[in-house]
C-alpha cells in the first residue's frame, strides 16, 4: 500500500523558517514525479513546487524562498521553507505521480499544517 507521509509543519514567526519532509513507501520511489501543493481555509489546492525529469517548477509567491529536493535512497521529498509570510499559512500536501500506460497515477499524503504569524 502506498503511503506519503509529511512531517516538519507547525507554527512560525513571520521571517522565519520550517522544513517539511514526505517520506513515502509502497512504491518505486524514483519513478515518480514529486511536488507540494497547499490549501488554504476557503482557497483551492495550489502547486508550491514540483520536480520532474529534472525540472523544478515553483509559484510565482515563493520563488526565491522555497527549495524543493528529493532523496531517493531514503524515499523522500523536502521542502524549505524561509522568509515565511502569513499568506504561506496553509495545509502543505506531499505528492507523487507519474502516467500509467497514459492513465495519471496520483497519490497524496495527509497533509501538514504550516501557521505563520505576523
Known amino acids: 500500500q502506498v503511503q506519503l507521509v509529511e512531517s516538519g509543519g507547525g507554527l512560525v514567526q513571520a521571517g522565519g523558517s520550517l522544513r517539511l519532509s514526505c517520506a513515502a513507501s509502497?512504491?518505486?520511489?524514483?519513478?515518480?514525479?514529486v511536488g507540494w501543493y497547499r490549501q488554504a481555509p476557503g482557497k483551492q489546492r495550489e502547486l508550491v513546487a514540483a520536480?520532474?525529469?529534472?525540472?523544478?517548477t515553483y509559484a510565482d509567491s515563493v520563488k526565491g524562498r522555497f527549495t524543493i529536493s528529493r532523496l531517493n535512497a531514503k524515499y523522500t521529498v523536502y521542502l524549505q521553507m524561509n522568509s515565511l509570510k502569513p499568506e504561506d499559512t496553509a495545509v502543505y500536501y506531499c505528492?507523487?505521480?507519474?502516467?500509467?500506460?497514459?492513465?495519471?497515477?496520483?497519490?497524496w499524503g495527509q497533509g501538514t499544517q504550516v501557521t505563520v504569524s505576523s
Open positions: 505528492h507523487a505521480g507519474r502516467p500509467v500506460f497514459g492513465v495519471p497515477v496520483d497519490y
Open positions: 509502497g512504491l518505486n520511489f524514483g519513478l515518480y514525479d
Open positions: 520536480t520532474a525529469g529534472g525540472t523544478t
